[in-house]
């Protein structure tokens, strides 16, 4: 290993006391860590935003030319109209292809500044 470390240019030590004591490095790095650490402030426990109560409503319209999605209507709500999509279906109820208009559903509502109402994990009601 030497020889190979002559040929390649790599400078040879005669033993590892030359590097000086490898705790050397350690020391260096908590030192480093210890200026960096963050204060032991405590911090406040983050909550999560409460959903709205689940709300019930009746399919209003349905689009079954592909695009899969609808709109619920509501009265417990400011927009009459609330937008869904097939992947809002709780996995556990009908299919997208076997909703009717009138289908009486249960969902969570859920708002958004740009897009308004929407409905999230809708259960079809028999």
């Not at 240019?9 to 705790?23: M, N, V």
């Not at 899969?68 to 869904?84: H, N, V, W």
């Not at 076997?98 to 897009?115: A, C």
């Amino acid at each position: 290993m030497k020889a190979l470390g002559l040929v390649l240019g790599i400078p040879q030590y005669q033993s590892d006391e030359a590097l000086g004591p490898p705790y050397l490095l350690e020391k260096e790095i908590m030192d480093l860590t210890k200026m960096f650490k963050k204060p032991d402030v405590p911090v406040e426990e983050i909550k999560e935003p409460e959903l709205p109560n689940r709300i019930q409503g009746k399919i209003y319209h349905l689009d079954k030319k592909g695009k899969g999605f609808g709109f619920i209507e509501s009265d417990k709500l400011p927009q009459k109209r609330i937008y869904f999509l097939w992947k809002s279906l709780s996995h556990n109820t009908r299919e997208f292809s076997q909703l009717k208009i009138g289908d009486v559903v249960e969902f969570t509502p859920r708002h958004s500044k740009e897009k308004g109402w929407s409905a999230l994990r809708i259960q079809v009601l028999d």
